[in-house]
């Protein structure tokens, strides 16, 4: 997308309308209770406060209710330094307008074929309708970082003319949190290996950097907090929609359930990976990109709801040019899936115990998002090659 004098004007415009539609979400999560708002804002935001104190990293949680660790690689809370140095009335308003600058640049790499000829105004009306999905709405509401790991692995893989090393946005992301080192297998199935190796360079220097610098607190991560799953919150929450949240929801003994996800997550990998080196080969780097992270959230052991941020690609390689009606569709029925909270109707269908359909239906619907990236897996490797075909 290439804004010219001519057209400065329309962007003007855009960026108006784009802020006075999500104005109302906003206002709403940056004026509710103050121990309810951005609490995992809060969290990043006292991480680099603990090392501003020379306190220990992993051992604080923040104030009653939320009680919450800090769980992310010792890098991040070094990053983490210039939030805690601005008021938090600053870091919130810094930190939602990046959420909304991540999100413009997700929206233009992933719908870039579909916005060549349409541009502004295209782009204010995906811009608003991305920010009503579900998992968007929830990194406003917690102040949440996913939306930028997307915008960062979309960017450093499909950018035409990359003014960075590319592979290094991918070292970062994983750096940061573990999730991205999906993109590191992506690239070993694809075979780019120099992209390969920039993307583990810059991950281990990242990684190994703390370990200079905050030692304790690196040890402290990757021999301890790491090995506890439980810091992350209740596995069979809700919001868990990964593989290993949903049969934990199930209930069955817990060496089953390692047993049958072990056996699901290489299934569900060899296929996604699979389809995206495909997608690859295909020359449809926007399709391989939303693969990988739907493997991001199905393969990792808990994915809550907001790390679905990725749907936002799904819908960009769904689109494809935007030519196609029946894809047109079939991304507006995604997008109002994601939109509306399916899995809470899930935990009121359970509590509502109807004889015969409450239990089995209703955990079919609390779990309706990731079995939804299911099915949009088996959509992107099966069934849009097929749709290119027929157009």
Not at 275 to 288: C, H, L, M, N, V
Request: hydrophobic content about 60%.
């Amino acid at each position: 997308m290439r804004v010219t004098r001519r057209h400065w004007w329309a962007w003007a415009v855009v960026a108006l309308v784009v802020a006075a539609a999500v104005a109302p979400l906003v206002h709403t999560w940056l004026t509710n209770a103050d121990d309810q708002r951005l609490v995992d804002l809060d969290v990043y935001r006292t991480g680099g406060q603990m090392l501003l104190d020379g306190r220990p990293v992993y051992d604080y949680f923040t104030p009653a209710p939320q009680l919450l660790p800090f769980t992310y690689p010792p890098i991040a809370a070094m990053l983490a330094v210039a939030l805690a140095e601005m008021s938090w009335s600053t870091a919130q308003w810094v930190w939602t307008a990046g959420i909304f600058v991540a999100l413009a640049v997700t929206v233009g790499f992933a719908f870039r074929p579909a916005l060549r000829k349409h541009v502004p105004w295209v782009f204010a009306f995906l811009m608003i309708a991305c920010t009503y999905l579900m998992p968007i709405r929830d990194q406003v509401r917690f102040g949440q970082v996913d939306i930028l790991l997307v915008a960062l692995c979309l960017a450093d893989c499909v950018a035409k003319r990359p003014w960075w090393p590319r592979g290094f946005l991918i070292g970062l992301a994983t750096a940061v949190k573990l999730t991205p080192g999906v993109f590191l297998i992506y690239l070993l199935v694809t075979r780019q290996w120099r992209t390969l190796a920039m993307a583990v360079f810059a991950a281990a220097v990242l990684t190994l950097l703390p370990f200079a610098v905050i030692p304790q607190d690196a040890a402290d991560f990757w021999f301890s907090a790491l090995l506890d799953p439980e810091r992350l919150g209740a596995n069979a929450a809700t919001t868990n929609q990964s593989i290993r949240g949903m049969l934990i929801r199930l209930y069955m003994p817990d060496l089953l359930t390692s047993a049958i996800w072990v056996v699901i997550v290489a299934v569900v990998g060899w296929y996604g990976f699979r389809g995206a080196r495909d997608a690859y080969e295909a020359k449809d780097p926007i399709t391989a990109v939303a693969l990988v992270g739907l493997m991001a959230v199905l393969l990792s052991p808990v994915a809550w709801i907001h790390h679905l941020a990725w749907v936002v690609v799904v819908l960009g390689a769904i689109v494809g040019d935007g030519r196609d009606p029946v894809r047109l569709r079939v991304a507006a029925g995604v997008w109002l899936f994601y939109v509306v909270p399916v899995p809470w109707w899930g935990v009121s269908l359970i509590a509502a115990k109807i004889p015969g359909v409450s239990l089995v239906f209703g955990k079919i619907v609390q779990n309706g998002f990731g079995l939804g990236a299911l099915v949009l897996v088996w959509l992107l490797v099966s069934w849009l090659p097929k749709r290119r075909e027929i157009a």
